[in-house]
């Protein structure tokens, strides 16, 4: 089974500013991958990034970086140059690996809203 | 469409009645998924289909919430005699099946907003 707790109450940045998402994860298995989506006001769930626990790198894409702590379980997203678009919520979220290739159901978290001030 | 998929996009229904929600998933996706989000709250798991393996109900809230896949494609979530916790956006989404090198990323419909009054 998998856990995903992100605890953070609603965050606040300035524009243009950095800001860390924080999530921290629990799970028996061996390899499992990490995502994160954005929720905008609209309601689509946007995929941002993705670290796979073997991974040797951190994941980047763009203004946003996965900072993988894999021995404290945590996965924080940082958000570069914040931008006003950026205002909405973050789930955080993950799935076992299982051996033979397939995946099994994507957890998430309970999310943290972003606001980001002008 | 080349996305997810999802009808009725609203609807409204009185408490006791049975409501269906239908899902498309992207042509060749074998994994389908459904997500109950309730206002301002997290998405909670409800089901999970994997190609032509039983699917993973452990998430069905009670005995009236039910799913089914035809030929591996569309899915349907059927909730019986509808309560007003019912009320939520139920969220489909759909993924390449196996892992592979790809992230296996979800691809998620606009949702299916079921009001129960």
């Known amino acids: 089974a998998q856990k995903i707790t992100q605890t953070q109450p609603g965050m606040f940045v300035q524009e243009k500013e950095a800001v860390t998402l924080d999530c921290t994860y629990d799970?028996?298995?061996?390899?499992?991958?990490l995502f994160w989506y954005k929720q905008p006001s609209s309601g689509e769930m946007i995929f941002l990034i993705y670290?796979?626990?073997?991974?040797?790198q951190n994941a980047t894409e763009g203004r946003y970086s996965l900072n993988f702590q894999k021995a404290r379980k945590s996965a924080n997203l940082v958000i570069s140059a914040s931008q006003l678009g950026d205002s909405a919520m973050y789930f955080c979220?993950?799935?076992?690996?299982?051996?033979?290739?397939?995946?099994?159901?994507?957890?998430f978290g309970k999310g943290i809203t972003l606001s980001v001030r002008p | 469409g080349a996305g997810v998929s999802q009808s009725p996009s609203n609807k409204v229904t009185e408490k006791g009645k049975d409501v269906e929600l239908r899902c498309d998933p992207i042509?060749?996706?074998?994994?389908l998924y459904w997500y109950r989000q309730s206002l301002g709250q997290g998405l909670e798991f409800l089901i999970y289909f994997q190609g032509n393996s039983a699917p993973d109900k452990s998430g069905l809230p009670s005995d009236r919430f039910s799913a089914e896949r035809t030929g591996g494609s569309v899915s349907t979530l059927t909730i019986q005699r509808t309560q007003q916790e019912d009320s939520a956006v139920y969220l489909c989404?759909?993924?390449?099946?196996?892992?592979?090198?790809?992230?296996?990323?979800?691809?998620f419909g606009e949702g299916s907003r079921l009001t129960v009054l």
């Open positions: 989404a759909s993924s390449l099946g196996s892992g592979g090198k790809g992230t296996g990323e979800l691809f």
């Open positions: 670290q796979g626990s073997y991974d040797q």
């Open positions: 799970t028996s298995d061996p390899s499992y991958g």
């Open positions: 979220a993950m799935r076992g690996l299982i051996r033979t290739g397939a995946n099994s159901k994507l957890t």
């Open positions: 042509s060749g996706h074998t994994a």
